[in-house]
């Protein structure tokens, strides 16, 4: 398996400007609307060590150990155009949570494909192209290929990763970050100085690419000029977790930031697992996921819906993501602990309200598997097995 170290101290930055001097500016993570938990409110007693950031569109910021994933980053405005494939444009119609660039150091990018509501202009123009992403084969080959980028707008992206369905990779977060580093953790740190032990343990998150499709299987005849408009897709799972202790004491120093290295080492211990759906409908591809999990939970799910529609709303003629009622079957299929559905409302295309799957949720009694974040807000989470776990939160 390839594996990847994220070194907070090492990071790279985000932002081709912020590149400038070779510093990565250290801004704030954003201020939540409101703090979610699992059974309404956060408990506000620190036992969360993990959250969800929700942005926008599938853009949401994933936070353990130090560590923060972009997903899908998305930053256009309301009123703003994207391309999505030949004849194929959409406007949005909501503001991201968080502008560009305001956003706080992060590690990695996951992006699910490559679609411009994923993947936008802004975004592509104003990435640092050393900045590591991982995303599907087919993304990785049109970001990474000279044709398309002039050095003027940056040039070919260099550190990006693809995975196809049921690959995976380590993410290797090295030792000594601490829990929650640079937030205010008021309580819950009783075991904060057992500084020895923790620094024994491997901080990992394993991703795997989850199958997805954009396109209905069959014959597509009367569409098959739109077809040019939906790239492969992918899902996630992320496994956040403990890997072995360490053979030695210190931890060995050779790693680059961003290099993939081989290893054996690949166990890590699941302590909390998210599967993001990706932009897909309910396929039967999808049904492979309960077998690869071999009776493993899902704890948390975030549920790309939409019921995204092209080639236009006023033409609707393919829809290309779930709407309610299948949301609501993949919500059964994968049976996670929680489900936050995003991707919704965001563009003029997404034809399916979030309405609607508060509807089929009410009908089907799965309120309380359910919780819905608004733009801004965030969710937070406990990761299984961390130093500071208090026994009654260890599910
Ligand atoms: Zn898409
Ligand atoms: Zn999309």
Redesign the pocket.
Known sequence: MKHLTLDPSKRIPLLREDAKGGLVQERKPPEPKSIKGRYGPASGSGAEDASVFFIGTATTILEWQGIRILTDPNFLHAGDHVH?GPGVTAERLTNPAVDLHDLPPLDVILL??Y?A??FDQLVEKSLHRDFPIITTPHAKGCLTSSEYKTEDDGGPFRAIHALDAFASMMLDIPDGQGPNEGEETSEGNENRGEKGEKKKRKTRIKITGMPGK?VPPGPLSIVNDLLGA??P?NGWMLELGYGPGEKGGEEEGEEEEGEEQESEDDTAKTGYRIYIS??TLFVDELKKIPEWLKQQRVDLMLL?LGG?TIPSPKMPLLM??MDAEQGLRLMRLVDPDVTIPIHYDDYDMFLTPLDDFKKVIEEGKLEDKVVYLDRGEQFRFKVRGGLSASPSSVL
């Open positions: 999505l699910s494909h679609h509501d994923h954009h939906v790239p897709t990706g932009d790309h995204t290309v993501t």
